[in-house]
């Protein structure tokens, strides 16, 4: 018996075009004082990223694979498939390394192997939807002599920033005088830097700051006016907003706020509706204010983007949009007052009527969700990031 321990350094969260490094830990188990005869061997050890995607079949019309054979091999044929036995359809992958070969152990003997790899800058990021997933692993294989393939699978999740495809790495920086007795990490140098220009282009959509006012009205008149300070938010952030009722000339009896998703299937991959498929469109909400402002003049609120959330984006297949839902109950009655009487020659009780006529209407803003450091995602919405198995 041998046990096979992946562990992620930095944690399971990623940018795309990161490096990301593993440590696999290959141990026999049995005591030291065990016999000679029971030391364990592999074969060869190999290790790759992809990523899987998986379409809902009633909602998303994909065309028909080029190949009909099968994505999965039989136990009994040693190719190494990182995907094997795995839903939906491999759509990126980085080249197969090899760990290891011919590695045996005594009882009680441990070997640690380091694996890095950069993550494809071109692909999705992780997403869960109603529609479509895009999901990233990190896919262990491990064989013995005459025995199949056994898979140790990581789940990852990468974050993209659009706009760090085009971006080189500067290959002459003008940098301090390095040290010829001192080994430079190449690779860590430009993760380093790569990791920094992201934070700085965060840091530059997200902090500009420019006061928006809108004017909420229905068809009988003015509402209210809606401020809000930005539109582009990083995740983690707090949406806040002002909404001043006190200029209305239509009375608002209750209002609700929703932080929302919108995740849509372009139109070439849409299902036709009468052919049994869903809608193309499906709104997920994260966060929800509701509040009864009958003579308020002035309310606020705050809704948190959740660390866990996919950031907007757009493939050829679907895209993900971020929204405010805003939702109003105004009163039909003009100059509606629903105030006790303030002078009254002797006590009287007063109760609200039980029945006011209103109307309903919506109203939709859009605003940008980009990601966030890699590190805060991995801190505040921690995942595994250690992953064992035994063959």
């Known amino acids: 018996m041998i046990e096979v321990v992946a562990e992620l350094s930095r944690g399971p969260v990623f940018l795309a075009g990161e490096a990301l490094e593993c440590v696999v830990t290959v141990t026999n188990p049995l005591p030291p004082t065990a016999t000679s005869a029971s030391s364990e061997a592999l074969a060869w050890a190999s290790a790759q990223i992809h990523c899987q995607f998986h379409a809902s079949e009633t909602r998303v019309a994909l065309p028909p694979p080029d190949s009909n054979q099968p994505d999965v091999q039989p136990e009994s044929q040693t190719v190494f498939l990182p995907h094997r036995g795995e839903r939906g359809q491999c759509i990126l992958s980085t080249p197969p390394k090899i760990l290891f070969c011919d590695l045996r152990l005594d009882p009680g003997e441990s070997k640690s192997y380091s694996y890095s790899e950069v993550l494809p800058i071109e692909g999705p990021p992780s997403f869960r939807g109603q529609s479509v997933k895009y999901v990233y692993k990190l896919t262990i294989g491990c064989q013995r002599v005459n025995s199949p393939i056994t898979l140790l699978r990581v789940p990852l999740r990468v974050l993209v920033l659009t706009g760090l495809q085009d971006v080189r790495f500067p290959q002459d920086e003008a940098v301090a005088p390095s040290s010829p007795f001192l080994e430079e990490d190449e690779g860590g140098k430009k993760d380093s830097w790569l990791a920094e220009l992201a934070g700085e282009r965060l840091m530059a959509a997200t902090s500009c700051r420019s006061l928006h006012l809108y004017n909420i009205s229905d068809g009988r008149g003015k509402v209210g006016t809606f401020g809000i300070f930005k539109s582009v938010y990083r995740l983690g952030e707090d949406?806040?907003?002002?909404?001043?009722?006190?200029?209305?000339?239509?009375?608002?009896?209750?209002?609700?706020?929703?932080?929302?998703?919108?995740?849509?299937?372009?139109?070439?991959?849409?299902?036709?509706?009468?052919?049994?498929?869903?809608?193309?469109?499906?709104?997920?909400?994260?966060?929800?204010?509701?509040?009864?402002?009958?003579?308020?003049?002035?309310?606020?609120?705050?809704?948190?983007?959740?660390?866990?959330?996919?950031?907007?984006?757009?493939?050829?297949?679907?895209?993900?949009?971020?929204?405010?839902?805003?939702?109003?109950?105004?009163?039909?009655?003009?100059?509606?007052?629903?105030?006790?009487?303030?002078?009254?020659?002797?006590?009287?009780?007063?109760?609200?009527?039980?029945?006011?006529?209103?109307?309903?209407?919506?109203?939709?803003?859009?605003?940008?969700?980009?990601?966030?450091?890699?590190?805060?995602?991995?801190?505040?919405?921690?995942?595994?990031?250690?992953?064992?198995?035994?063959?």
């Open 239 to 391: 949406v806040v907003g002002t909404l001043n009722l006190g200029e209305g000339t239509v009375a608002c009896l209750q209002f609700s706020v929703s932080l929302q998703t919108e995740e849509r299937v372009q139109p070439e991959y849409q299902r036709r509706r009468g052919a049994g498929g869903a809608p193309s469109v499906s709104h997920v909400t994260h966060a929800r204010h509701q509040e009864s402002c009958l003579h308020t003049t002035r309310t606020s609120f705050s809704l948190p983007i959740p660390l866990s959330s996919t950031p907007g984006f757009c493939t050829a297949i679907v895209s993900l949009k971020w929204r405010l839902h805003f939702e109003f109950v105004t009163s039909r009655e003009p100059g509606l007052v629903l105030l006790p009487p303030m002078e009254q020659p002797e006590p009287v009780t007063w109760t609200g009527p039980e029945q006011v006529p209103v109307d309903t209407f919506s109203w939709d803003l859009p605003i940008k969700v980009l990601p966030t450091s890699p590190t805060l995602a991995s801190y505040a919405a921690p995942g595994p990031s250690t992953s064992t198995i035994t063959i």
